[in-house]
């Protein structure tokens, strides 16, 4: 099993609507986990940290479910400009960032 | 906006030639690393710093040296460029490795290996 898989996608969404993906991590003690956003041609850039009890920002909701091992990322009323990659970045070593792993992304794309 | 700056944006180098990327940061993070990226693969870490002189191994370093003489200063070098270096380089800074493990990356650096 790999250690962060995602599926790739792409994801197409109409606008308005809302959208879900999860991220499966394969080691139980990891204790760090973030999504990030990556934009086409350009550098990844943080979304929001995944916290145990879940996590809102705005139309964006992170969630957590340690049993199963994966995270998820939940966006509502979705916008052109959430079109992105989306990346699932997991601390597999439970600390220090030189531990964090990345997924391979979520293309998702908004469409009017 | 976490000022960091890496040089050059795009290169262009031969099979067997030394190639050398900069990342500069204006914040005087501790911490800074360099990532590569590529198509069917994350982000993978070849080599990072956490502090002037010091350095690690991440999980690709392999061909790849580092140098870090300055807290704003963070080399990268290809001693002998091979065409599976062909990628895209990210720098990336965090505030604390232990404390924080959230990174800022800057804009990236094409490279191409012929």
């Known amino acids: 099993r790999k250690e962060v898989e995602q599926d790739p996608g792409p994801f197409n969404v109409p606008e308005g609507a809302t959208v879900a993906f999860n991220c499966t991590y394969s080691n139980s003690a990891s204790q760090s986990f973030f999504w990030y956003r990556q934009d086409c041609r350009k550098e990844p850039k943080l979304l929001m940290s995944?916290?145990?009890s879940g996590n809102e920002d705005g139309r964006f909701t992170a969630q957590l479910n340690r049993a199963s091992q994966y995270i998820s990322l939940l966006i509502r009323d979705s916008k052109l400009s959430d079109s992105a990659t989306y990346l699932c970045?997991?601390?597999?070593?439970?600390?220090?960032?030189?531990?964090?792993?990345f997924g391979k992304g979520t293309h998702l794309i908004i469409q009017p | 906006d976490a000022g960091i700056t890496q040089s050059p944006r795009h290169k262009v180098t031969e099979t067997g030639t030394p190639v050398t990327l900069r990342c500069h940061q204006t914040e005087n993070h501790r911490y800074m690393y360099w990532y590569r990226q590529d198509p069917g693969h994350g982000l993978r870490l070849i080599h990072y710093?956490?502090?002037?002189?010091?350095?690690d191994k991440g999980e690709v370093s392999d061909g790849y040296s580092v140098s870090r003489s300055k807290t704003e200063d963070f080399l990268l070098t290809l001693e002998s460029a091979t065409s599976s270096q062909t990628s895209v380089y990210f720098c990336?800074?965090?505030?604390?490795?232990?404390?924080?493990?959230?990174?800022?990356f800057g804009s990236g650096t094409q490279l191409s290996v012929l």
């Open positions: 710093s956490y502090g002037v002189k010091d350095t």
């Open positions: 995944v916290y145990s």
């Open positions: 970045v997991v601390n597999i070593r439970g600390g220090g960032a030189d531990g964090l792993t």
């Open positions: 990336a800074i965090s505030e604390g490795a232990r404390t924080n493990e959230k990174l800022f």
